[in-house]
């Protein structure tokens, strides 16, 4: 990949995740919105309905578990068009429950450390703060 010529996106909340020190991405935060029992039916049927399609649509590389990586974060590739689409459903749904959401770019997300049809997994620059 030559990241220069392409713009990654990410969703991130405004909390800071303990591993990475960078902003939590919203799966997680959809995840813990889900467990809260705070949404109504039609929202958790929703972030059920996305989270599990995210589960059997976006590879997790099993390196990631390694202490290594642990400040990797994710980002998508344009071209991952649905699951960018579904990105923009959950950042809805977080919102109005208060959950602030931003939605980063960047062509430069660090140090590679995986990368697919749909994502780029990199540990950012010393520094640089997502």
Not at 6 to 23: K, M
Not at 31 to 59: M, Q
Request: charged letters at 30%; a neutral charge.
């Amino acid at each position: 990949m030559k990241s220069a010529d392409i713009s990654l996106i990410r969703f991130a909340t405004e909390s800071v995740d303990d591993d990475s020190g960078h902003r939590t991405g919203i799966l997680v935060a959809a995840h813990e919105l889900r467990d809260e029992g705070e949404l109504s039916a039609v929202e958790h049927a929703v972030v059920r309905l996305e989270l599990e399609w995210f589960n059997c649509n976006l590879p997790i590389p099993g390196k990631l578990e390694s202490e290594e990586h642990r400040r990797a974060i994710s980002w998508f590739k344009p071209s991952a068009a649905e699951f960018i689409s579904r990105m923009w459903r959950l950042k809805t749904i977080l919102e109005i429950h208060g959950i602030s959401v931003r939605v980063l770019k960047t062509t430069e997300p660090g140090c590679i450390v995986h990368e697919d049809s749909f994502q780029v997994i990199a540990k950012p620059k010393k520094g640089r703060r997502y």
